[in-house]
């Protein structure tokens, strides 16, 4: 009988997986995916239960958190031993930023034991800093595991119905770059590093997406969008493309829009274009893959001549699912994507993941925007309605207390050290499943710009420009105001296009002020102050730094505006809206087409 359902599982596992997989990886991926839909159907039924009791599962998850570290020093000094109650918790202790936290996780680090967790960390998560320095935050075994547990076969369960390409045993183009680059190890061999790059490193031991895995060790970035292409381009039965944020998938496909020649070109011939930057290994490596396919080259320059709206579907006929994050900041290019290349192709974004934890999940696949069920599993909630966020301590309410439409601040509490902490997520509730809440995410508190993930916020650029304008002319004594916007509104306007920067870029609008009122800036002048903004920002923000280096992103751009530009902005703002002349005020960051156009209208030497 054993034989016969492991025979059965092998001849299954060849018919449904790509013909390409080994046969090894085969029957152990179709194996896990079976794995995956059993517990699905379990995992299905708890959840039911769980959301219908938010009261006492919060109150379970809590006191479980406090028992798990109850021994842990930072546990003793403040009390927690004792509480037994979300009331008293929340009594007891102070809602917290990272700062309160931080001198516990430097000496976990360092090597000191039963700190904030009584588990050793497998894993320290880097943040993308959007305080403007980065934060590090154990990551405990159970996280990776409830990922796999709880996670997958949920989305396995829920999703896969509608979009079968969750579960496909296919290669699949995925859109990620250099996951080890941020990534290193501490003294005692702890890795440490961005927490996607921990999730995704293990799917690549066995060779399962379109790009082979030295694709992902080079660290040029523009080279590997081209390698990602190529070897997505001559795959013909493309099931799905996943990539973190819409932004990246924008980059990769407005990029293919002039480089696809040369793609076209290496596919017919079979060969790799000599101008990319990697070693020689890697070279040598990618090469062994590289077959001549003139059908496919023939197939793809017809389509591609054909013009790039509906692409994706024209080239990959079987593409089914666009799996990446179109909410929040990234609104803008899933907007464009859907309209141009993407269209007629459905996304669909699966998890609310950070740093600090997996907090929510889409169970909705054709629910648009992207909604998410808060996980209720090992996470404690609390909620600052936003009337109060500016507070030091303001009032927070439990799960079962939020009220349908409300705005709130997401504060957690978890086993990995973080006791009432302020996320920084702000979201909606939109509905509720049984009685737990469905939350859209609307924006990060002090978050700015974040082309790739690497969400500089308001503060650090602030800084940036404002440092850089004091030490810059005699004569100007700071700034009127500023304002910035991503290159993707420059990109389509043809007077404002800058062929010379081959990755997204910042834009900045600032109005100078000095003892003498207006300033005219010549050409060279801005040009100049433009690069000493670049550098302050370089120095300020690792992220920003991380992806200059590895050409993720090109040199910001800087326009000086009119004397009083900033004040024409907000009067027509307010005669374009219905807002009070009390409420309305030049955004930090510009996100309408009409306002990017305004301030380009008043910017000198334009």
């Known amino acids: 009988m054993a034989l016969g359902l492991v025979c059965l599982l092998v001849v299954t596992a060849k018919w449904h997986t790509d013909p390409t997989f080994p046969f090894t990886v085969a029957v152990k991926r179709y194996a896990f995916v079976v794995y995956l839909t059993i517990r699905g159907y379990f995992v299905s039924q708890e959840l039911e239960w769980l ?21 842990t020093e930072y546990a003793i000094e403040n009390g927690l031993s004792k509480v037994t109650t979300r009331e008293e918790f929340r009594r007891s202790h102070p809602l917290c930023k990272y700062e309160r936290f931080a001198p516990y996780y430097e000496r976990m680090m360092n090597g000191e034991d039963n700190v904030l967790t009584s588990e050793k960390p497998s894993f320290y998560g880097v943040t993308s800093g959007t305080t403007g320095k980065a934060s590090h935050i154990a990551q405990l075994p159970y996280q990776f595991e409830s990922m796999y547990k709880q996670a997958a076969p949920l989305i396995l369960n829920r999703v896969a119905p509608t979009f079968p390409q969750v579960r496909s045993l296919r290669r699949k183009m995925v859109l990620y770059f250099n996951p080890e680059g941020c990534m290193s190890r501490l003294k005692d061999g702890t890795l440490k590093g961005a927490i ?37 381009l001559h795959c013909r039965s493309l099931p799905s493309i996943d990539t ?29 274009k000599k101008d990319l930057d990697m070693t020689k290994g890697q070279r040598v490596e990618i090469e062994r893959f590289l077959t001549a396919d003139p059908e496919r080259a023939d197939e793809l320059e017809r389509e591609f001549k054909k013009g790039m709206v509906g692409i994706a579907k024209r080239i990959w006929p079987e593409l089914g699912l666009i799996n990446a994050v179109t909410t929040g900041a990234f609104a803008h290019y899933a907007k464009i994507i859907q309209s141009t290349y993407f269209k007629g192709v459905p996304f669909y974004a699966s998890l609310y993941v950070a740093t600090e934890g997996w907090l929510g999940i889409n169970i909705w696949p054709n629910r648009h925007p992207n909604v998410w069920l808060l996980s209720p599993y090992k996470m404690f909630f609390e909620f600052i309605p936003v009337a109060g966020m500016e507070e030091d ?24 050290g973080l006791y009432r ?29 974040n082309i790739r993930g690497e969400c500089v916020p308001e503060t650090t650029l602030y800084n940036s420009i404002l440092k850089s304008v004091a030490g810059f002319y ?27 920067r081959t990755s997204p870029y910042y834009v900045l609008f600032v109005e100078l ?40 992103l090109s040199q910001l751009k800087l326009f000086v505006v009119k004397f009083g530009a ?13 807002a009070s002349p009390q409420q309305v005020k030049p955004p930090r960051v510009l996100k309408k087409p009409e306002l990017v156009n305004f301030m380009l209208a008043e910017s000198i030497h334009c």
């Not at 005699?474 to 010379?500: A, M, N, W």
């Open 51 to 71: 959301t219908s009791h938010p009261t006492e599962l919060q109150d379970k998850t809590l006191l479980q958190i406090l028992k798990t570290n109850e021994s």
């Open 196 to 232: 996607s790059s921990s999730y995704f490193m293990p799917a690549l031991k066995d060779d399962v997406f379109t790009s082979p895995k030295v694709v992902y060790s080079i660290v040029d970035e523009k080279t590997t969008r081209y390698l990602h292409l190529l070897f997505g």
């Open 244 to 272: 973190s944020f819409a932004s990246v998938m924008y980059l990769v496909f407005h990029e293919l829009e002039t480089i696809w020649p040369e793609l076209v070109r290496d596919i017919r011939r079979g060969t790799l």
């Open 393 to 416: 301590q303001p009032a927070t309410l439990f799960a079962e207390e939020v009220r349908l439409n409300e705005e709130y601040e997401i504060v957690i509490t978890n086993s990995c």
């Open 421 to 449: 902490y302020r996320l920084g997520d702000v979201v909606r509730v939109v509905e509720f499943y049984n009685r737990w809440p469905v939350v859209l995410l609307l924006y990060r508190t002090g978050q700015l710009l």
């Open 474 to 500: 005699g004569e100007v004594s700071g700034i009127t105001d500023f304002t910035c916007c991503e290159s993707v509104f420059l990109d389509r306007h043809p007077k404002y296009q800058d062929k010379g």
């Open 513 to 552: 002020i000095n003892d003498d009122g207006e300033r005219d800036c010549s050409k060279d002048q801005i040009a100049e102050l433009s690069a000493v903004v670049e550098n302050s920002l370089y120095e300020a923000h690792h992220l920003y730094k991380f992806r200059r280096d590895n050409g993720g």
């Open 566 to 578: 900033f004040q024409r902005l907000r009067l027509f703002m307010l005669k374009n809206s219905t």
